[in-house]
């Protein structure tokens, strides 16, 4: 799949938003209870405004026109009570819902980060990082409102609507008509305006993904971008990126803001059409004053809702978008999944095999092709060639992380898409050329390679690999922070450390590549003897450029264009006088004329 990048938009499958909501939904299933008590609160609050007007129209037609104070009196007290305790109940129905809201956007983000963790590399070669961020952090936070009104507004306010309704028709049918003569105006203008807001809030998250990326990709290379003194080139970038963001969030709101037009406009002329039929009723002695008052409460109720609902509309509307975007990728299946009734590879010998294995990371460019091999346990292999030859692709389809195009890998035997991937890459170690530093301690970055492993076990692998004389001698030894990607490393001592962790794990198969390549040359011959001991006993993959340092490997492989072009131990390699030989004495002259 060709990379996504900050400059152009993700594009997003067709979803039907029912289907969405469904999904949704499924998340508040759980909290019923939570649920049922803030209906029940809601309850209280609808009917204590249901009631409102009622107790209105009781004061005004009985209480005032009879001039009984001391019932007027009392009714106001029950008045105030009822009305206190419905604002209580509606302060503390928004905490409920609240507490269950960040519970489901937990859930949500928890499942995301999960589920992104297992996706293949493919996944992370198709897209920046920057936008898995956009997805995981933004997209899940623009649903909290959304599920904290879901039942605070739409259930409560559906149910006030019909109420309302229904006691404007039993008051007075006629009247209650003219207040409803709008809601189909209201209804399918409003219908008409989802639709291109849908898109516009899509295209907004799209954008926001866009500067996500960009903000991450230019961070990620800060050094890059300094020493290149590019600050200005990437500041026209960000402003370009923060204006198209600006514009698409404009275009969105415009439309967003007609919501708000045509339910104040369907309200006013309802309104009107209310009070003007209202006047002719009262005029023509078919109504009371107390009548018409209390309609005018139940007008104003009748719309709240109307305009709660209008608003949730649009809140969903909105957030959709950012649902349809967190569910893309929940349902992007990875693409190295365990077959269904895959084994447990047992404990590994290393007998490694390459049968016509052929790869293409996008379709139609083979990257390897029909490459074969037989690798003995123990043995220890280099892999050799010209830089984009194929070389850590050969040890990336080892450790599965991708599957072949054709072809087989087999360890001990064993079909890779015959076992499980854990227990296959639990038997590995594994040292990529991103020497990857986690923000921790140096020992905490080092016992990622065996999470159970001792003090004693951490210093004795370092030892092995020469990191522990660099790490002794920094302040505090091997609790020294490293800061997020090793950044207070050297390239060469991230090698070492890196060097440790995949040693610790004590791995079956040991794959190195370039794990020495920015290590002072001194230091690299007393890492080679450490090493040298370790390959002892596992198979070993290495791929170097400098070749002084496969010189002892048991086989060197010669890759150049995704094949096997010489196979043979050092000098078996120079007597051929092949590429090898071409490669070796390149790398000879440079380093004497260099000299
Ligand atoms: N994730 C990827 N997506 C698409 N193409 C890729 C990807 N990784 C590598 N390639 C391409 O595959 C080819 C082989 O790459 P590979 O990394 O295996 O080379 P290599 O021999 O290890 O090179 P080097 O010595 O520079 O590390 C190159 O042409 C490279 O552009």
Redesign the pocket.
Known sequence: MAKNTFREDEKLKETVNIKIIGRLVKYIAPYKKEVINTLFLMAVVVTVSLVNPLLMRLAINEYIANGDLQGLAILGVVMAVINFAAMYCARYRIVIMSRVSSKILLKIRQELFIHIQKLS?SFF?SRPVGKILARIIGDVNSLGDLFTNSVTTLIPDAITLVAVAGIMLFLNWKLALMALIMLPFLSLTLFLIQITCRQRWQDYRKKRSNLSAYIHEDYSGIRVVQSFTREKKTERTFADLSKTLTGSFISAVKVADAFWAVVELSWGIGSIIVFWYGTRLLTAGEIEVGDLVAFTGYIAMFWRPIMNLSNFYNLLITNLSGAERIFEIMDIAPDIVDAQNADELPEIVGEVKFNHVTFA??DGEE?LKNVNFHIKAGETIALV?H???????IVNLISRFYDTTRGQVLIDGYDLKDVSVESLRSQMGIMT?DTFMFSGTIKENIRYGKLDATDEEVVKAAQAVKAHDFIIKLEKGYDTDVNERGSRLSVGQRQLIALARALLADPRILILD?ATSSIDTQTEKKVQEGLNVLFAGRTSFV?A?RLSTIRNADRIMV?DEGEIKEVGNHQQLLAKKGMYHKLYMAQYRFLNEGA
């Open positions: 590399f070669d990371y996008e990257v060639g830089t984009g030859a194929g070389k850590t692709t050329q370039e791929i450029h890759i």
